[in-house]
């Protein structure tokens, strides 16, 4: 993934956790609507000026539009975990979800302690 792709993608993912809309981000950054999609398909070269108005709106700061992972990499971990539970029973899924919320509610809770 090239960075205006990986930005594009953070842009999204910040976007949809605010359950905005491109519109409504496009009007809170004083940008077109379809200049949005085009950045966050990664297909637009995007301005320091215009970064720096999506970050005002979406009122983070700037380091969090760099927060990416490669999605490809992502996408393959969670292909890979709904193979290994595709074969199972409801009752075996619905227990595997219960093991995993405590997983990662444990894993939650280490990384909570780690950095205080």
Avoid: C
Wanted: overall charge negative.
């Amino acid at each position: 993934m090239n960075l205006p792709e990986g930005v594009g993608n953070r842009i999204r993912e910040l976007r949809k956790a605010k359950g905005w809309t491109q519109e409504q981000l496009a009007e809170a950054a004083s940008l077109h609507y379809s200049y949005i999609g085009g950045v966050e398909r990664g297909d637009r070269n995007i301005s320091l000026e215009t970064l720096e108005k999506i970050i005002a709106a979406f009122k983070v700061p700037a380091i969090e539009i760099f927060r990416f992972e490669d999605e490809t990499d992502r996408r393959k971990a969670l292909d890979e975990h709904m193979t290994l539970i595709s074969d199972r029973s409801t009752e075996e899924i619905a227990a595997l979800t219960k093991i995993n919320r405590e997983v990662i509610a444990t894993l939650d809770m280490s990384r909570d302690r780690n950095t205080k």
